[in-house]
């Protein structure tokens, strides 16, 4: 059990494409999905955090225009990347959280597999 | 906010030695400390996690000790096997609400355990 799958696992796209990815908890309910980002031998960086039917937080320094954060439903968020850019080429990682009162009672973040992002 | 100390970055030790990886944090309103195995190009998962009302918790060969005093907690790990072989990062957080805790993560500690 909870499972969070990522799609795509991997995606090469053009300078000036959007990208979007998706993110969905299969076999719970999260109220909470957090977007992270993470660089070569670096550690994970939080982007934003998204609650379902609400708009995203995003932490200092993330580009909301950038990186739309859409939280539809209590099993997926997505992120599209606008305008890609070379530099925008990084390892793109969702988690799902029940919350406290959810799957396992610890508030567990439940981590996608990951999507590795290139901009030619 | 909160910040999270992880130290060593790298740590390479012989098949069958011990691993310890420390961490430090600065808001004392974190009650919550994961500690995540992330091998290379995958998720990070989960392996141990501890809260602030135990001072130590232990799964097989590893081990979790937190000293809530000293805003400290570090992972041992026993007996090490090449496939401990990966990038730990330890994390901290306040569950001060039922959702959107956001995790704090160290910087992570790349362990190479050699055969």
């Known amino acids: 059990g909870a499972v969070v799958s990522q799609h795509p696992s991997r995606v090469i796209c053009k300078s000036g494409t959007s990208v979007k990815i998706e993110c969905r908890s299969l076999d719970f309910q999260a109220t909470t999905m957090f977007w992270y980002r993470q660089f070569p031998k670096q550690s994970l960086m939080l982007m934003a955090t998204s609650n379902e039917g609400s708009k995203a937080t995003y932490e200092q320094g993330v580009e909301k225009d950038k990186f739309l954060i859409n939280h539809a439903s209590l099993t997926l968020s997505t992120l599209t990347v606008t305008s890609a850019h070379p530099e925008d080429s990084s390892f793109y990682i969702c988690?799902?959280?029940?919350?406290?009162?959810?799957?396992?009672?610890?508030?567990?973040?439940?981590f996608g597999p990951g999507t590795r992002l290139t901009v030619l | 906010g909160e910040n999270v100390e992880q130290h060593p970055s790298t740590l390479s030790v012989q098949e069958g030695d011990s691993a310890v990886i420390k961490c430090t944090y600065s808001?004392?309103?974190?009650?919550?400390f994961p500690w995540y195995k992330q091998e290379l190009g995958k998720r990070p998962q989960l392996i141990i996690d501890?809260?602030?009302?135990?001072g130590e918790k232990k799964d097989q060969r590893i081990a979790v000790t937190l000293n809530k005093t000293a805003k400290h907690f570090s992972l041992h790990i026993t007996e090490t096997q090449p496939e401990d072989s990966a990038v730990y990062f330890c994390?901290?957080?306040?569950?001060?609400?039922?959702?959107?805790?956001?995790?704090?993560f160290g910087g992570g500690t790349r362990v190479l355990v050699k055969p």
């Open positions: 994390a901290a957080i306040p569950l001060i609400k039922a959702a959107g805790n956001k995790l704090t």
């Open positions: 988690s799902a959280s029940p919350g406290l009162a959810g799957y396992s009672g610890r508030n567990e973040q439940f």
């Open positions: 808001d004392s309103a974190s009650n919550y």
């Open positions: 501890i809260r602030s009302n135990v």
